[in-house]
């Protein structure tokens, strides 16, 4: 599937401007915060290929569920349209992957099971590469134990447990741990 990425635009969200870039079937690239609106920028259009434009509809659509979401509501990606030019093996991933709502996690080892591929590696290493972080849900893929794994966006594991938190999932919390009770807080100690 050939992406012909025909545009992109950078939104401002809760978390700061993210990018977003689609062709004529659907998004090919989300691209979360990065220092600045113009790294964003940056960012962005070298992905997708394209040219810096107004969004149709669907994606003016994609970026208010996208704004939502960042805001800290509840929701289902699942009927965005991408259009992404990855192997079969990765669209059968994210596919699955898909299918992990708001609120829920899975495992790398666990995710692997389910489209019959034994090597939680070969999924994280997957998940590294997904390009529609957020409405594919990389950031709800945990590594082994149920502890926080890697992630690949900007900001790395830091960003992935935000967004765990923005979904009410707080991963490993002890007394020593730090919790994020929102997105622009700074890190605290739990308190009971």
């Given at each position: 599937?050939?992406?012909?990425?025909?545009?992109?635009?950078?939104?401002?969200?809760?978390?700061?401007?993210?990018?977003?870039?689609?062709?004529?079937?659907?998004?090919?690239?989300?691209?979360?915060?990065?220092k600045?609106?113009?790294?964003?920028?940056?960012?962005?259009?070298?992905?997708?290929?394209?040219?810096?434009?107004?969004?149709?509809?669907?994606?003016?659509?994609?970026?208010?569920?996208?704004?939502?979401?960042?805001?800290?509501?509840?929701?289902?990606?699942?009927?965005?349209?991408?259009?992404?030019?990855v192997?079969?093996?990765?669209?059968?991933?994210?596919?699955?992957?898909r299918?992990?709502?708001?609120?829920?996690?899975?495992?790398?080892?666990?995710?692997?099971?389910?489209?019959?591929?034994?090597?939680?590696?070969?999924?994280?290493?997957?998940?590294?590469?997904?390009?529609?972080?957020?409405?594919?849900?990389?950031?709800?893929?945990?590594?082994?134990g149920?502890?926080?794994?890697?992630?690949?966006?900007p900001?790395?594991?830091?960003?992935?447990?935000?967004?765990?938190?923005?979904?009410?999932?707080?991963?490993?919390?002890?007394?020593?741990?730090?919790?994020?009770?929102?997105?622009?807080?700074?890190?605290?100690?739990?308190?009971?």
């Amino acid at each position: 599937m050939s992406q012909n990425a025909n545009g992109y635009c950078v939104f401002d969200t809760a978390i700061g401007p993210c990018g977003i870039s689609w062709s004529a079937r659907g998004i090919t690239h989300v691209q979360l915060p990065e220092k600045d609106r113009p790294a964003t920028e940056q960012h962005i259009a070298k992905r997708s290929h394209g040219t810096p434009q107004t969004p149709p509809p669907q994606v003016e659509r994609a970026i208010a569920e996208m704004n939502r979401y960042l805001a800290g509501e509840p929701v289902d990606f699942s009927g965005v349209s991408v259009d992404l030019e990855v192997s079969e093996f990765h669209q059968k991933l994210y596919a699955a992957l898909r299918k992990v709502a708001w609120g829920k996690t899975t495992t790398y080892g666990a995710l692997g099971k389910t489209i019959g591929v034994d090597d939680a590696r070969d999924i994280g290493q997957a998940m590294g590469k997904n390009p529609v972080p957020v409405i594919i849900p990389c950031h709800r893929v945990l590594a082994a134990g149920n502890k926080i794994g890697g992630f690949s966006a900007p900001g790395g594991i830091m960003t992935k447990e935000k967004l765990l938190t923005l979904e009410g999932v707080q991963i490993g919390v002890t007394d020593d741990a730090p919790v994020f009770p929102g997105l622009f807080e700074a890190p605290q100690r739990a308190t009971r």
